[in-house]
């Protein structure tokens, strides 16, 4: 792949949009090699979390590529555009393992919506983040503004989309879009720490408790989500992992 790195390391793996030249820029080239990266790292069982973010210290993501997505006027071939990339970003706000976008610097427009597809946003305290497609007088394009609605609210991120305005990334903390924030020379020790926390655990009840969480925020009944947690953990009750991490804790007592 020539825009996309990839280091996996005990469980973590490393998604680094490889495209400084122009800000990490999404482009064709790169919504594909993403769309590879993610079948392989979802069919892995040694991954449990992957991290996402943007090679160099200026950007995240700039949003898409102008000298490729600037020379599309026309609607029968904005709109097949636009849904590949719609695709994709919805393939990792459903994918089964943990994600964090992992924002070491300007996120802004497309890259704000690649931030709503991941499950976790940390960020260092220098980014800057922004939902400018109205000054282009155009709406968010990828599906995130229906997914920076569903996360913090319609009127909270109407704020956003009908402004424009570019904010820190304390305030993105403040109304609940940004999950940490870090000194920017600390911030990937900070996730990679979070991460490996998350790969120690067993795999099996992690896609457990994504699964539970996707049922969640789509608002399904409380009822028919605590049924399918007590169905899931029933599954997981009695394998000889569970039963052997009860008889080492009754070794202990």
């Given at each position: 792949?020539?825009?996309?790195?990839?280091?996996?390391?005990?469980?973590?793996?490393?998604?680094?949009?490889?495209?400084?030249?122009?800000?990490?820029a999404?482009?064709?080239?790169?919504v594909?090699?993403?769309?590879?990266?993610?079948?392989?790292?979802?069919?892995?069982?040694?991954?449990?979390?992957?991290?996402?973010?943007?090679?160099?210290?200026?950007?995240?993501?700039?949003?898409?590529?102008?000298?490729?997505?600037?020379?599309?006027?026309?609607?029968?071939?904005?709109?097949?555009?636009?849904?590949?990339?719609?695709?994709?970003?919805?393939?990792?706000?459903?994918?089964?393992?943990?994600?964090?976008?992992?924002?070491?610097g300007?996120?802004?427009?497309?890259?704000?919506?690649?931030?709503?597809?991941c499950?976790?946003?940390?960020?260092?305290?220098?980014?800057?983040?922004?939902?400018?497609?109205?000054?282009?007088?155009?709406?968010?394009?990828?599906?995130?503004?229906?997914?920076?609605?569903?996360?913090?609210?319609?009127?909270?991120a109407?704020?956003?989309?009908?402004?424009?305005?570019?904010?820190?990334?304390?305030?993105?903390?403040?109304?609940?879009?940004?999950?940490?924030?870090?000194?920017?020379?600390?911030?990937?020790?900070?996730?990679?720490?979070?991460?490996?926390?998350?790969?120690?655990?067993?795999?099996?009840?992690?896609?457990a408790?994504?699964?539970?969480?996707?049922?969640?925020?789509?608002?399904?009944?409380?009822?028919?989500?605590?049924?399918?947690?007590?169905d899931?953990?029933?599954?997981?009750?009695?394998?000889?992992?569970?039963?052997?991490?009860?008889?080492?804790?009754?070794?202990?007592?």
């Amino acid at each position: 792949m020539d825009n996309v790195l990839l280091n996996i390391n005990e469980g973590v793996a490393l998604v680094t949009l490889n495209r400084p030249q122009v800000r990490n820029a999404i482009s064709f080239e790169l919504v594909d090699e993403l769309d590879e990266c993610l079948d392989r790292l979802a069919a892995d069982s040694q991954v449990k979390v992957v991290i996402f973010t943007g090679a160099g210290d200026k950007a995240f993501v700039s949003g898409g590529d102008l000298a490729q997505f600037g020379s599309v006027r026309t609607k029968d071939k904005s709109y097949p555009m636009l849904m590949n990339v719609s695709r994709l970003l919805s393939k990792i706000d459903r994918f089964t393992k943990p994600t964090i976008a992992m924002i070491n610097g300007a996120a802004i427009g497309g890259g704000c919506e690649f931030a709503a597809a991941c499950r976790f946003r940390m960020a260092s305290e220098t980014a800057k983040l922004g939902f400018v497609q109205i000054g282009m007088h155009i709406i968010t394009g990828w599906g995130s503004g229906t997914r920076l609605m569903e996360k913090i609210g319609t009127n909270q991120a109407l704020q956003l989309l009908l402004t424009g305005e570019i904010i820190d990334a304390r305030q993105g903390l403040d109304i609940g879009f940004i999950d940490r924030v870090h000194k920017a020379e600390e911030l990937k020790e900070s996730v990679f720490a979070f991460a490996a926390k998350i790969a120690r655990q067993p795999l099996p009840a992690i896609l457990a408790y994504m699964k539970l969480a996707k049922m969640v925020d789509s608002n399904l009944p409380q009822e028919v989500c605590i049924e399918e947690e007590i169905d899931q953990c029933s599954d997981l009750w009695g394998s000889d992992a569970h039963y052997g991490a009860i008889q080492k804790f009754l070794q202990k007592k």
